[in-house]
């Protein structure tokens, strides 16, 4: 029987990230987004609550009994809550990190995950999605050559989180045909990182063109060694974790409209009373609580071990729709000041519209 109560833990965990979420996103997300940047100051502070730490082993020096992508699901929801640009940064530094705990060598995880456990941020990072019409991750123009000793990487990237300041790019290429995961290190030559990319939304978050020009880095770099990596497996996860985002985005809209009907009159009586805006929203809570337990669904059955890339796909396919549509009402709820950058639906609304590109840019 699938049990819908958090854990004792789990709660503490989520109440700490609801607080923090609430304390320190909402009060600077909007000056973030004008302003472009998020200070490391903030980021410090979370990366202090020990997210990325908490999915990997002591064994390499975390403090993880046992891996849990329901509760990666959970926070992954409330941060987003509190701002989508703000949690991508967080979680980036996992983009490598459970990729290397999944899929890597024993040599790869003595190697980096103790590094992932330290006190300060460590910023890391990954790179998939190619600047490509019809984007495959299975199916990508960047290419991993043997050749002796080294593996040679040649191709574009885009969308790749703090590729400037990154120690570590996990970087995605086709080998013979095959998605293969590469362990790039910063200041390896042929890794270039272009120009900070502009966006309709998240623009707070630094996303940048990665190119690699005959770039190489040796054999043992590559993820997992001789065995490789299950690309099936870590899509499934940033599906799972980019869902959870989805929601917790939404969730934000929906409630900020909700209280705004509630509280703005016309003709005498609250908005929410009208039968158009009561059937909106009620449609944007039955979308978000939908979507929720299709994630916590497939989140689950990744924690029972079972095959959930199905279930995952289907949340990712529906939370993008949904994502979209819940902020979407959202501004309409508020009219003509649903159009006007002083309200926070705007915003909600532009990070919504990026979901459909967001393939691999968070995992839980």
């Known amino acids: 029987m699938i049990s819908f109560e958090p854990t004792e833990e789990q709660q503490m965990l989520i109440g700490a990230v609801r607080r923090f979420a609430d304390k320190e996103m909402r009060p600077v997300y909007r000056d973030f987004d004008e302003e472009g940047e998020i200070p490391q100051n903030l980021v410090q502070k979370g990366w202090e609550l020990g997210l990325t730490a908490a999915g990997i082993p002591e064994e390499y020096e975390g403090f993880a009994e046992e891996r849990s992508v329901v509760t990666g699901a959970l926070y992954a929801e409330e941060l987003a809550w509190g701002d989508l640009a703000i949690t991508m940064h967080l979680l980036a530094p996992g983009l490598a990190a459970y990729p290397i705990l999944l899929c890597g060598t024993t040599e790869q995880k003595e190697s980096y995950l103790p590094q992932f456990c330290e006190d300060e941020f460590k910023s890391a990072t990954a790179a998939l999605i190619e600047p490509t019409i019809r984007f495959d991750p299975a199916a990508l123009k960047t290419t991993a050559t043997l050749d002796g000793d080294e593996y040679v990487l040649n191709g574009n990237k885009a969308y790749v989180l703090l590729a400037e300041t990154a120690d570590l790019i996990l970087v995605y290429a086709a080998e013979d045909g095959a998605t293969q995961g590469f362990l790039v290190e910063r200041g390896t030559e042929g890794l270039e990182v272009g120009d900070r990319e502009k966006h309709m939304g998240i623009k707070a978050l630094a996303t940048y063109e990665l190119a690699l020009n005959d770039c190489r880095i040796p054999r043992a770099s590559r993820l997992g060694g001789e065995a490789g990596c299950d690309l099936g497996q870590l899509m499934t996860l940033s599906r799972i974790a980019t869902s959870a985002l989805a929601v917790g985005v939404a969730r934000a809209s929906y409630e900020y409209a909700l209280a705004y009907a509630k509280e703005r009159e016309a003709f005498g009586e609250p908005i929410a009373s009208r039968q158009a805006i ?87």
Request: proline fraction near 1%; charged fraction near 25%.
């Open 278 to 364: 009561a059937f909106m929203l009620a449609d944007m809570a039955v979308d978000i609580d939908a979507t929720r337990l299709m994630v916590w669904e497939a989140a689950w059955r990744m924690d029972q071990g079972k095959d959930a890339a199905k279930e995952a796909y289907l949340a990712k396919m529906f939370a993008d729709e949904m994502v979209l549509r819940v902020t979407d009402g959202g501004v309409q709820v508020l009219g003509g000041y649903g159009y006007i950058r002083e309200f926070p639906v705007e915003l909600w609304l532009r990070n919504g519209r990026g979901f459909a590109t967001f393939d691999g840019l968070a995992m839980v």
